[in-house]
Protein backbone atom coordinates (compact mmCIF):
# COMPACT_ATOMS: atom_id res chain seq x y z
CA UNK A 1 0.00 0.00 0.00
CA UNK A 2 1.04 3.38 -1.10
CA UNK A 3 -0.55 6.14 0.01
CA UNK A 4 0.31 9.85 -0.37
CA UNK A 5 -1.14 13.25 0.96
CA UNK A 6 -0.23 16.53 -0.10
CA UNK A 7 -2.22 19.13 2.89
CA UNK A 8 -2.16 22.73 2.18
CA UNK A 9 1.44 22.37 0.66
CA UNK A 10 2.71 26.14 -0.94
CA UNK A 11 5.67 26.98 -2.48
CA UNK A 12 7.75 30.18 -2.02
CA UNK A 13 11.37 30.65 -2.92
CA UNK A 14 12.33 34.06 -0.91
CA UNK A 15 9.80 35.82 1.46
CA UNK A 16 9.62 38.92 -1.11
CA UNK A 17 8.64 36.40 -3.86
CA UNK A 18 4.95 35.50 -4.73
CA UNK A 19 4.33 31.71 -3.99
CA UNK A 20 4.82 29.52 -7.24
CA UNK A 21 2.38 26.76 -5.22
CA UNK A 22 -0.78 27.66 -3.61
CA UNK A 23 -2.69 25.84 -0.96
CA UNK A 24 -2.25 22.48 -2.65
CA UNK A 25 -4.57 19.52 -1.43
CA UNK A 26 -4.57 15.77 -2.82
CA UNK A 27 -5.07 12.74 -1.59
CA UNK A 28 -3.15 9.49 -3.89
CA UNK A 29 -4.67 6.01 -3.10
CA UNK A 30 -2.36 3.29 -3.58
CA UNK A 31 -1.82 2.10 -7.44
CA UNK A 32 -3.39 4.91 -8.87
CA UNK A 33 -2.14 6.65 -11.80
CA UNK A 34 -2.25 10.47 -11.15
CA UNK A 35 -0.97 13.47 -13.94
CA UNK A 36 -0.51 16.56 -13.04
CA UNK A 37 -1.26 18.99 -16.24
CA UNK A 38 -1.42 22.64 -17.47
CA UNK A 39 0.75 25.10 -19.34
CA UNK A 40 4.30 25.60 -18.60
CA UNK A 41 5.56 27.92 -15.25
CA UNK A 42 1.75 26.86 -13.38
CA UNK A 43 4.00 24.70 -10.99
CA UNK A 44 3.77 21.03 -11.95
CA UNK A 45 7.18 20.12 -12.06
CA UNK A 46 7.76 22.19 -8.87
CA UNK A 47 5.01 19.71 -7.11
CA UNK A 48 6.72 16.66 -8.13
CA UNK A 49 9.75 17.65 -6.70
CA UNK A 50 8.50 18.86 -3.50
CA UNK A 51 6.95 14.72 -3.58
CA UNK A 52 10.22 13.95 -4.72
CA UNK A 53 12.15 15.43 -2.00
CA UNK A 54 14.54 17.75 -4.62
CA UNK A 55 13.27 20.70 -3.28
CA UNK A 56 11.73 22.58 0.08
CA UNK A 57 8.03 22.47 1.36
CA UNK A 58 7.33 26.09 2.32
CA UNK A 59 3.83 25.27 3.85
CA UNK A 60 1.67 22.42 4.68
CA UNK A 61 1.86 18.95 5.06
CA UNK A 62 3.28 15.93 2.59
CA UNK A 63 2.44 12.70 3.95
CA UNK A 64 3.58 9.17 2.91
CA UNK A 65 1.76 5.99 4.38
CA UNK A 66 0.67 8.08 7.44
CA UNK A 67 4.43 9.52 7.65
CA UNK A 68 5.29 13.13 7.13
CA UNK A 69 7.88 13.25 4.56
CA UNK A 70 8.42 16.99 4.86
CA UNK A 71 12.03 16.83 6.01
CA UNK A 72 12.54 12.61 4.83
CA UNK A 73 15.57 13.38 2.80
CA UNK A 74 14.98 12.10 -0.96
CA UNK A 75 16.43 8.50 -0.76
CA UNK A 76 14.79 7.51 2.30
CA UNK A 77 11.25 8.33 0.46
CA UNK A 78 11.62 4.72 -1.37
CA UNK A 79 10.67 6.80 -4.89
CA UNK A 80 12.17 6.03 -8.33
CA UNK A 81 12.05 9.41 -11.02
CA UNK A 82 11.89 9.21 -14.38
CA UNK A 83 13.13 12.55 -15.95
CA UNK A 84 12.32 14.60 -19.58
CA UNK A 85 16.18 13.80 -20.41
CA UNK A 86 17.03 10.37 -20.16
CA UNK A 87 20.27 11.19 -17.72
CA UNK A 88 21.82 7.87 -19.24
CA UNK A 89 25.94 7.14 -18.51
CA UNK A 90 27.17 7.28 -21.79
CA UNK A 91 30.12 5.03 -21.36
CA UNK A 92 27.85 2.30 -19.88
CA UNK A 93 25.83 -0.32 -21.66
CA UNK A 94 22.08 -0.66 -21.40
CA UNK A 95 22.67 -3.44 -17.99
CA UNK A 96 25.21 -1.30 -16.41
CA UNK A 97 23.09 1.79 -16.65
CA UNK A 98 19.52 0.36 -15.67
CA UNK A 99 21.65 -1.63 -13.06
CA UNK A 100 23.19 1.84 -11.39
CA UNK A 101 21.06 2.41 -8.46
CA UNK A 102 21.41 -1.84 -7.19
CA UNK A 103 25.25 -1.39 -7.46
CA UNK A 104 25.65 2.14 -5.04
CA UNK A 105 23.36 0.07 -2.86
CA UNK A 106 25.65 -2.77 -2.79
CA UNK A 107 23.27 -5.27 -3.73
CA UNK A 108 24.86 -8.70 -4.74
CA UNK A 109 25.76 -9.76 -8.05
CA UNK A 110 23.00 -12.50 -8.88
CA UNK A 111 20.23 -10.75 -7.58
CA UNK A 112 21.26 -7.37 -10.06
CA UNK A 113 21.73 -9.54 -12.74
CA UNK A 114 18.53 -11.57 -12.00
CA UNK A 115 16.49 -8.01 -11.62
CA UNK A 116 17.76 -6.76 -14.74
CA UNK A 117 17.68 -8.74 -16.73
CA UNK A 118 13.63 -9.33 -15.63
CA UNK A 119 13.40 -5.63 -16.02
CA UNK A 120 14.87 -5.95 -19.70
CA UNK A 121 12.40 -8.46 -20.91
CA UNK A 122 9.15 -6.17 -19.13
CA UNK A 123 10.56 -2.93 -21.41
CA UNK A 124 11.62 -4.86 -24.27
CA UNK A 125 15.33 -4.41 -23.62
CA UNK A 126 17.00 -7.68 -23.82
CA UNK A 127 18.58 -7.78 -27.06
CA UNK A 128 19.91 -4.59 -26.48
CA UNK A 129 21.87 -5.06 -22.62
CA UNK A 130 24.96 -5.50 -24.44
CA UNK A 131 24.76 -1.90 -26.11
CA UNK A 132 25.76 2.09 -25.21
CA UNK A 133 23.30 4.44 -25.45
CA UNK A 134 24.53 5.99 -28.66
CA UNK A 135 23.56 2.72 -30.49
CA UNK A 136 20.23 3.57 -29.25
CA UNK A 137 16.81 5.08 -30.74
CA UNK A 138 15.05 8.06 -28.61
CA UNK A 139 12.54 5.39 -27.80
CA UNK A 140 14.95 2.75 -26.07
CA UNK A 141 16.68 5.17 -24.46
CA UNK A 142 13.25 6.02 -22.75
CA UNK A 143 13.03 2.42 -22.18
CA UNK A 144 16.14 2.35 -20.75
CA UNK A 145 16.17 5.16 -18.07
CA UNK A 146 12.14 3.51 -17.43
CA UNK A 147 14.34 0.29 -16.56
CA UNK A 148 16.24 2.22 -14.13
CA UNK A 149 13.20 3.11 -12.17
CA UNK A 150 11.67 0.04 -12.52
CA UNK A 151 14.44 -2.12 -10.96
CA UNK A 152 14.28 -0.35 -7.78
CA UNK A 153 10.76 -2.02 -6.64
CA UNK A 154 10.29 1.40 -5.18
CA UNK A 155 6.70 2.07 -4.32
CA UNK A 156 6.38 5.73 -5.92
CA UNK A 157 6.83 6.53 -9.60
CA UNK A 158 7.42 10.10 -10.34
CA UNK A 159 7.76 10.93 -14.13
CA UNK A 160 8.65 14.09 -15.22
CA UNK A 161 7.58 15.29 -18.77
CA UNK A 162 9.03 11.90 -20.03
CA UNK A 163 8.21 12.09 -23.44
CA UNK A 164 8.44 15.59 -24.42
CA UNK A 165 12.02 15.05 -26.36
CA UNK A 166 10.47 11.78 -28.23
CA UNK A 167 8.56 12.65 -31.97
CA UNK A 168 4.91 12.29 -32.38
CA UNK A 169 4.79 8.73 -33.34
CA UNK A 170 7.39 7.28 -30.49
CA UNK A 171 5.51 9.23 -27.73
CA UNK A 172 2.04 7.43 -28.63
CA UNK A 173 4.15 4.02 -28.78
CA UNK A 174 5.89 4.88 -25.08
CA UNK A 175 2.16 5.95 -23.88
CA UNK A 176 1.22 2.83 -24.68
CA UNK A 177 4.55 1.11 -22.80
CA UNK A 178 3.82 3.26 -19.94
CA UNK A 179 0.09 2.25 -19.37
CA UNK A 180 1.23 -1.28 -19.83
CA UNK A 181 3.90 -0.75 -17.21
CA UNK A 182 1.84 0.85 -14.94
CA UNK A 183 -1.02 -2.33 -15.51
CA UNK A 184 2.02 -4.90 -14.71
CA UNK A 185 3.74 -3.25 -11.70
CA UNK A 186 0.38 -0.86 -10.13
CA UNK A 187 3.20 1.53 -8.73
CA UNK A 188 1.64 4.38 -7.49
CA UNK A 189 2.52 6.73 -10.18
CA UNK A 190 2.81 10.90 -10.42
CA UNK A 191 3.04 12.18 -14.04
CA UNK A 192 3.62 15.47 -15.36
CA UNK A 193 2.88 16.78 -18.49
CA UNK A 194 1.73 20.13 -20.64
CA UNK A 195 0.16 17.71 -22.90
CA UNK A 196 -3.71 17.25 -22.21
CA UNK A 197 -3.45 13.91 -24.72
CA UNK A 198 -1.13 11.97 -22.63
CA UNK A 199 -2.93 13.43 -19.67
CA UNK A 200 -6.59 12.08 -20.47
CA UNK A 201 -5.08 8.96 -22.29
CA UNK A 202 -2.77 7.63 -19.26
CA UNK A 203 -4.41 9.22 -15.79
CA UNK A 204 -6.67 7.84 -13.39
CA UNK A 205 -7.10 11.06 -12.73
CA UNK A 206 -6.16 14.16 -13.35
CA UNK A 207 -5.00 17.24 -11.49
CA UNK A 208 -5.27 20.42 -13.93
CA UNK A 209 -2.59 23.40 -12.33
CA UNK A 210 -3.16 27.09 -13.22
CA UNK A 211 -0.60 29.81 -11.93
CA UNK A 212 0.29 27.37 -8.87
CA UNK A 213 -3.48 27.12 -8.10
CA UNK A 214 -5.39 23.76 -8.42
CA UNK A 215 -8.62 24.09 -10.88
CA UNK A 216 -9.60 21.03 -10.87
CA UNK A 217 -8.96 17.00 -10.01
CA UNK A 218 -11.19 14.40 -11.72
CA UNK A 219 -11.19 11.39 -13.83
CA UNK A 220 -10.69 12.76 -17.72
CA UNK A 221 -14.48 11.82 -18.32
CA UNK A 222 -15.47 14.26 -15.22
CA UNK A 223 -12.74 16.43 -16.47
CA UNK A 224 -13.49 16.91 -20.05
CA UNK A 225 -17.43 16.77 -19.81
CA UNK A 226 -17.96 18.69 -16.22
CA UNK A 227 -15.43 21.47 -16.49
CA UNK A 228 -14.90 23.62 -13.60
CA UNK A 229 -13.98 26.48 -15.27
CA UNK A 230 -13.29 28.40 -18.83
CA UNK A 231 -9.66 27.67 -18.34
CA UNK A 232 -10.10 23.56 -18.02
CA UNK A 233 -12.46 23.93 -20.71
CA UNK A 234 -10.09 25.28 -23.07
CA UNK A 235 -7.13 23.22 -21.92
CA UNK A 236 -8.59 20.30 -21.85
CA UNK A 237 -9.65 18.70 -25.33
CA UNK A 238 -8.41 19.25 -28.83
CA UNK A 239 -9.58 21.19 -30.37
CA UNK A 240 -10.28 23.43 -27.72
CA UNK A 241 -13.87 23.95 -26.52
CA UNK A 242 -15.46 26.98 -28.50
CA UNK A 243 -16.55 29.99 -26.40
CA UNK A 244 -19.55 32.22 -27.38
CA UNK A 245 -20.96 35.50 -26.34
CA UNK A 246 -24.43 34.74 -25.44
CA UNK A 247 -26.93 35.96 -22.64
CA UNK A 248 -30.03 34.33 -20.86
CA UNK A 249 -33.39 35.93 -20.96
CA UNK A 250 -36.10 34.16 -19.13
CA UNK A 251 -34.65 30.76 -19.04
CA UNK A 252 -33.86 31.22 -22.53
CA UNK A 253 -30.74 30.92 -24.28
CA UNK A 254 -29.98 33.39 -26.97
CA UNK A 255 -26.98 34.66 -28.86
CA UNK A 256 -26.17 38.47 -27.73
CA UNK A 257 -27.71 39.78 -30.41
CA UNK A 258 -30.92 38.07 -29.76
CA UNK A 259 -31.18 34.90 -31.76
CA UNK A 260 -32.59 32.30 -29.74
CA UNK A 261 -29.88 29.22 -29.34
CA UNK A 262 -31.73 26.59 -26.93
CA UNK A 263 -34.18 26.75 -24.29
CA UNK A 264 -31.92 25.84 -20.83
CA UNK A 265 -33.07 22.27 -19.48
CA UNK A 266 -33.82 23.86 -16.02
CA UNK A 267 -33.51 27.33 -15.09
CA UNK A 268 -30.56 28.90 -13.28
CA UNK A 269 -29.91 32.13 -11.11
CA UNK A 270 -28.35 33.93 -13.28
CA UNK A 271 -30.02 36.38 -15.99
CA UNK A 272 -28.08 38.72 -18.33
CA UNK A 273 -24.68 37.85 -20.23
CA UNK A 274 -22.69 34.57 -20.06
CA UNK A 275 -19.92 32.70 -22.29
CA UNK A 276 -21.83 29.94 -23.86
CA UNK A 277 -19.27 26.98 -24.09
CA UNK A 278 -19.71 23.56 -26.74
CA UNK A 279 -17.49 21.18 -27.75
CA UNK A 280 -16.25 21.16 -31.57
CA UNK A 281 -17.82 17.73 -31.63
CA UNK A 282 -21.09 18.38 -30.23
CA UNK A 283 -22.13 21.49 -32.52
CA UNK A 284 -24.75 20.08 -35.13
CA UNK A 285 -25.28 21.06 -38.65
CA UNK A 286 -29.00 22.76 -39.33
CA UNK A 287 -30.96 24.66 -42.15
CA UNK A 288 -31.10 28.51 -42.24
CA UNK A 289 -34.86 27.87 -40.73
CA UNK A 290 -33.77 26.18 -37.62
CA UNK A 291 -30.22 26.98 -37.24
CA UNK A 292 -27.41 29.73 -36.20
CA UNK A 293 -25.85 31.59 -39.57
CA UNK A 294 -21.85 30.85 -39.50
CA UNK A 295 -19.35 32.06 -41.94
CA UNK A 296 -16.55 29.81 -42.96
CA UNK A 297 -13.05 31.51 -43.04
CA UNK A 298 -10.98 28.19 -43.74
CA UNK A 299 -11.16 24.60 -43.45
CA UNK A 300 -8.23 21.54 -42.39
CA UNK A 301 -8.73 18.21 -43.50
CA UNK A 302 -7.46 15.71 -40.27
CA UNK A 303 -8.33 12.76 -41.70
CA UNK A 304 -10.87 11.54 -39.57
CA UNK A 305 -11.79 14.80 -39.00
CA UNK A 306 -12.71 18.59 -40.69
CA UNK A 307 -12.26 20.75 -38.69
CA UNK A 308 -14.13 23.89 -40.00
CA UNK A 309 -13.14 27.54 -39.04
CA UNK A 310 -15.12 30.41 -39.31
CA UNK A 311 -17.52 33.13 -36.80
CA UNK A 312 -21.19 33.09 -35.38
CA UNK A 313 -21.74 36.82 -34.96
CA UNK A 314 -18.52 38.43 -33.14
CA UNK A 315 -17.48 34.91 -31.69
CA UNK A 316 -14.65 32.95 -33.44
CA UNK A 317 -15.97 28.84 -33.45
CA UNK A 318 -14.71 25.75 -35.02
CA UNK A 319 -17.02 23.02 -35.70
CA UNK A 320 -15.46 18.83 -36.25
CA UNK A 321 -17.40 17.50 -38.83
CA UNK A 322 -17.37 13.76 -41.09
CA UNK A 323 -14.73 14.62 -43.90
CA UNK A 324 -17.53 13.11 -46.27
CA UNK A 325 -19.33 16.76 -45.58
CA UNK A 326 -19.04 19.24 -48.54
CA UNK A 327 -18.12 22.61 -46.91
CA UNK A 328 -15.72 25.13 -47.96
CA UNK A 329 -14.22 28.61 -47.62
CA UNK A 330 -16.90 31.46 -47.50
CA UNK A 331 -19.79 28.71 -47.29
CA UNK A 332 -22.16 30.10 -44.77
CA UNK A 333 -23.10 26.91 -42.90
CA UNK A 334 -25.96 27.06 -40.31
CA UNK A 335 -25.52 25.54 -36.97
CA UNK A 336 -27.49 23.57 -34.16
CA UNK A 337 -26.13 23.66 -30.53
CA UNK A 338 -28.08 20.64 -28.67
CA UNK A 339 -28.90 21.62 -25.47
CA UNK A 340 -28.03 18.63 -23.66
CA UNK A 341 -24.42 19.74 -24.79
CA UNK A 342 -24.34 23.17 -23.79
CA UNK A 343 -22.12 24.56 -20.89
CA UNK A 344 -22.72 28.68 -19.84
CA UNK A 345 -19.25 30.02 -17.87
CA UNK A 346 -19.64 33.44 -16.04
CA UNK A 347 -18.53 36.33 -18.09
CA UNK A 348 -16.69 37.88 -15.03
CA UNK A 349 -15.13 34.88 -12.95
CA UNK A 350 -15.22 32.49 -15.60
CA UNK A 351 -16.36 30.02 -13.39
CA UNK A 352 -19.07 27.42 -14.55
CA UNK A 353 -22.62 28.48 -14.02
CA UNK A 354 -24.27 25.36 -15.88
CA UNK A 355 -23.73 22.24 -17.39
CA UNK A 356 -26.46 19.85 -18.81
CA UNK A 357 -24.65 16.71 -19.00
CA UNK A 358 -25.90 15.36 -15.94
CA UNK A 359 -24.92 17.98 -13.81
CA UNK A 360 -26.97 20.22 -11.51
CA UNK A 361 -26.76 24.10 -12.23
CA UNK A 362 -24.28 26.20 -10.51
CA UNK A 363 -25.41 29.22 -8.71
CA UNK A 364 -23.27 32.34 -8.73
Not at 110 to 126: D, F, P, R
Request: charged share 25%; hydrophobic share 40%; net charge neutral.
Amino acid sequence: MTKIKLQHVSKQYTKESDKVIHDFNLDIDDKEFIVFVGPSGCGKSTTLRMIAGLESITGGELWMDDQLVNHVPSKDRDIAMVFQNYALFPHLTVFDNIAFGLKIRKVKKAIIKEKVEQTAGILGLTPYLKRKPKDLSGGQKQRVALGRAVVRDANIFLMDEPLSNLDAKLRVQMREEIIRLHKTLGTTTIYVTHDQTEAMTMATRIVVLKDGHIQQIGTPTEIYKNPNNMFVASFIGAPAMNFIHAKVVNNQLMTSEGKEIAPLARPIDHQGKVILGIRPESVVLATENDGLAMDVEFVEMMGADLHVHGKLEQSKIIIRLNPDVMVKENDRIYLRFPHEKIHLFDPNNEESLYQSEGMTAWVD
